[in-house]
């Protein structure tokens, strides 16, 4: 079983953490960047983009994140952790972290009152659809080649995407008692430390 870590600088990881838990996954929660050492697998949670990239910044997690990912950590990121991975912003802020080839707009729903759910079917996901809450959430805009759109809305936007071993969701899978969306990631970070 991988070691899966949550950033815990700001946002929902504990709900994160719980769902690892659920399954049996060794978790820990990730503030500082010398706690990445050892782990298969990072969650970036959603919360505020703009806070967490600053934070990120002022910890030094900048460099640190593009070279874990590059040597092979699985890097998921939900709603505002899809900003932080991104490669390109829609928007003028945050300035992400430019670990995946794509292009996301923020709160591209609108407000908290424009939130809302709806069940999706996913690639490589078994079993029913997918019921997936989004909380103003953002949507990917442009994908590069490398990348793979698993879910989409009835409009046919992307809202999970994957790149290798980087995934990112537009929604919280975290805040629904379905672990399908862990488990998948936990699968990922797997193959990557074989």
Request: aromatic share 6%.
């Amino acid at each position: 079983m991988p070691k899966i870590g949550v950033l815990a600088v700001q946002g929902d990881f504990l709900e994160h953490r719980q769902a690892l838990e659920r399954i049996g996954v060794d978790v820990s929660e990730v503030r500082l960047p010398a706690q990445l050492d050892g782990l298969d697998g990072l969650i970036i949670p959603g919360g505020e983009s703009t806070t967490i990239v600053q934070l990120l910044d002022i910890y030094g997690f900048r460099d640190i994140l593009k070279e874990k990912a590059s040597n092979g950590l699985a890097i998921w990121g939900t709603c505002a952790g899809m900003i932080v991975i991104a490669n390109k912003l829609t928007d003028k802020r945050p300035d992400p972290i430019k670990l995946m080839d794509i292009e996301v707009s923020r709160n591209a729903f609108g407000r908290q009152v424009d939130s809302f759910e709806q069940d999706l079917d996913v690639t490589g996901m078994e079993g029913d659809p997918f019921h997936a809450v989004f909380i103003r959430a953002p949507v990917v805009t442009h994908m590069g080649k490398d990348v793979e759109a698993i879910a989409k809305l009835t409009d046919g936007r992307p809202v999970a995407v994957q790149q290798g071993h980087l995934l990112a969701t537009s929604f919280h899978p975290e805040l629904t008692e379905d672990t399908r969306f862990h488990e998948y990631f936990v699968r990922i970070a797997t193959r990557g430390s074989d």
